[in-house]
């Protein structure tokens, strides 16, 4: 079973830029369509963004789109999201997984978001 560790996460200030990364281990990497999620404080998890397995296609939310690139790189079994100018509202902590969530969770980065 792939094991997912998420880091990169910190308190930034609005406008500002973060580069989470996430590293999958215990499996084949390479076969899974990946995403990004976050929770925040009080809400449901929700999608961030998505890439294929090659890498060659993303998704993203409407939220983040414009703002947010996701990239993988499966010779290291990394998966990272790319946040630029970042707002308030981001603020929430960020899980990597495979896109329909059938990985075990992990457990997620802290992104906070100042005004």
């Known amino acids: 079973q792939v094991q997912l560790v998420e880091s990169g996460g910190r308190l930034v200030q609005a406008g500002g830029s973060l580069r989470l990364s996430c590293a999958a281990s215990g499996g084949t990497f390479s076969r899974y369509v990946m995403g990004w999620f976050r929770q925040a404080p009080g809400k449901e998890r929700e999608f961030v963004a998505a890439?294929?397995?090659?890498?060659?296609?993303?998704d993203y939310a409407d939220s983040v789109k414009g703002r947010f690139t996701i990239s993988r790189d499966n010779a290291k079994n990394t998966v990272d999201l790319q946040m630029n100018s970042l707002k308030p509202e981001d603020t929430a902590v960020y899980y990597c997984?495979?896109?329909?969530?059938?990985?075990?969770w992990g457990q997620g980065t802290q992104v906070t978001v100042s005004s």
């Open positions: 890439i294929s397995r090659s890498g060659g296609n993303t």
């Open positions: 997984n495979n896109l329909l969530g059938i990985l075990t």
